[in-house]
């Protein structure tokens, strides 16, 4: 079964402040901290948060979750449950998706807290920054994605950290 662009399952929508009137009135001290931390090292997006904290944003409300991964990716080695897929690169040249903004739009304001999820954490970054140039002003970045980094030692990526997650 193909995986799109539309929900996993039925989250609802971040409250936005009239979608673009305005900023959100409060946000998660979370993603205030990334703020500051992203601002502080002129990151060029909303921030990073770890996989642990993305969770609690997800399963909370307080966030919507996107995995920016390929459709391949999510069948073959997993995927959150209840996240949105969106794919920053497809096709088997791994070409970047040139609706992607246009695809975001769809899921969310420009206002409202977004975290991104790829394999590593780095597609996420480059789909970050990319949605901060186009006036996206909380799009937030997971830090080490879904299966990590391994290239290290150390265990790290919400897979190997042990969070929930589901099978294709």
């Keep these: 079964m193909p995986i799109a662009a539309a929900p996993l399952a039925a989250p609802s929508r971040i409250p936005a402040a009239a979608h673009g009137a305005g900023p959100v009135a409060e ?8 703020r500051h931390a992203a601002t502080v090292s002129g990151l060029g997006y909303a921030g990073n948060v770890t ?10 409300g307080g966030a919507l979750l996107i995995d920016v991964r390929t459709a391949e990716e999510l069948k073959v ?14 096709g088997e040249r791994m070409e970047r998706n040139v609706y992607f903004l246009d695809q975001l739009a769809d899921l969310a ?3 409202e807290p977004v975290l991104l999820l ?9 789909a970050a920054r990319a949605a901060t140039e186009a006036g ?4 937030f970045n997971v830090l080490e994605g879904f299966e990590g980094d391994r290239a290290i ?6 897979q190997q950290r042990g969070l929930p997650w589901v099978q294709g």
């Design 109 to 111: 304001a420009r206002d």
């Design 118 to 126: 790829c394999r590593s954490g780095k597609r996420s970054v480059a």
């Design 27 to 34: 946000l998660n001290p979370v993603l205030e901290g990334a």
């Design 136 to 139: 996206y002003s909380l799009v």
């Design 153 to 158: 030692e150390r265990a790290n990526g919400w």
């Design 51 to 60: 996989p642990a904290e993305a969770l609690a944003l997800h399963q909370s």
């Design 77 to 90: 080695v997993g995927r959150v449950e209840g996240a949105r897929h969106l794919p920053w690169l497809i």
